[in-house]
């Protein structure tokens, strides 16, 4: 088990943690100095090669009533333009999973964060050349938003990790109001994509926060007005990420980073206009 908030129990399902692409490009704003400011502020965030080491995990939540996936992955047998993540075979997402005691079958929502191919992958796999749901008893919930946007610009990634779930009416569109009981509920982060959430853990007077992909890198606390390439609207993207800031920051919310170097929890603290991150 990662952590306990009040009574949720959190897991981490972790798929892959490795080099991603170089930082100059990933943080195309940040300047020609991002490589030394991320490994001041990040130790080991950067290799040799410059790429940016992301983890790809998703957390697994286990409160008394419900069992929650939020964020699958990659996936395997997947279509992607990555070619470290394009028709991958590994066991390890689902080994993470009966880890913690947990099998498809028990899953019963999978939060959805946002609709990118590195966090809808498990949705889906291949049996007998057909996908089908991975979890064959669990709500899926999709920012509504997404749903859309990813028809038109990910045909492959919503043929092969959405298309299969809607066809067999286990979706939900889901908007920042939505709640799972009294413990898990959503934070609007939109502008990484335009239904962008994040997810906020409640139980007995203690609280934590799921980024999703609303902030990448801890140094991005320091500095919230980089641009990250893969932003939909990257100013959007920027109020998204100081509003995030700024509510863990004043809340005191243990925040869980989803591409946050590993262990990927922490805390986030003012710091004069900007942030500071503060890591367990």
Not at 4 to 29: H, Q
Not at 241 to 270: C, I, N, Q, W, Y
Request: charged fraction near 20%.
């Amino acid at each position: 088990m990662l952590c306990k908030i009040g009574e949720v129990e959190v897991w981490r399902v972790l798929e892959m943690n490795g080099p991603f692409r170089e930082a100059e490009m990933l943080f195309p704003t940040a300047g020609p100095d991002v490589v030394r400011i991320m490994n001041e502020l990040a130790p080991g965030q950067v290799d040799a090669a410059g790429r940016v080491i992301l983890p790809v995990q998703g957390f697994l939540l286990k409160t008394g009533t419900h069992v929650v996936l939020v964020d699958a992955c990659v996936g395997n047998d997947k279509t992607n333009s990555f070619p470290d993540w394009h028709k991958r075979d590994s066991g390890r997402f689902l080994a993470a999973l009966e880890a913690s005691g947990t099998a498809p079958e028990d899953v019963d929502y999978v939060m959805c964060t946002h609709l990118h191919t590195d966090h809808i992958g498990w949705n889906t796999r291949l049996v007998d050349g057909r996908w089908v749901p991975t979890f064959p008893n669990a709500r899926y919930l999709m920012p509504g938003a997404d749903l859309l946007f990813l028809e038109e610009v990910g045909p492959d990634v919503y043929r092969e990790s959405v298309l299969p779930v809607v066809e067999v009416g286990q979706v939900d569109e889901v908007g920042s109001d939505f709640a799972i009981g009294d413990e898990i509920s959503l934070i609007p982060t939109p502008g990484h994509t335009p239904g962008h959430v994040s997810v906020r853990i409640q139980s007995q007077g203690v609280e934590a926060v799921i980024t999703g992909d609303a902030i990448h890198t801890t140094p991005q606390c320091t500095y919230p007005d980089w641009h990250f390439v893969y932003d939909a609207d990257k100013e959007e993207a920027v109020a998204a990420r100081r509003h995030l800031l700024e509510t863990v920051a004043d809340s005191g919310a243990k925040v869980l980073g989803t591409h946050f170097l590993l262990p990927s929890t922490g805390r986030v603290v003012r710091k004069g206009d900007a942030f500071a991150w503060d890591a367990d």
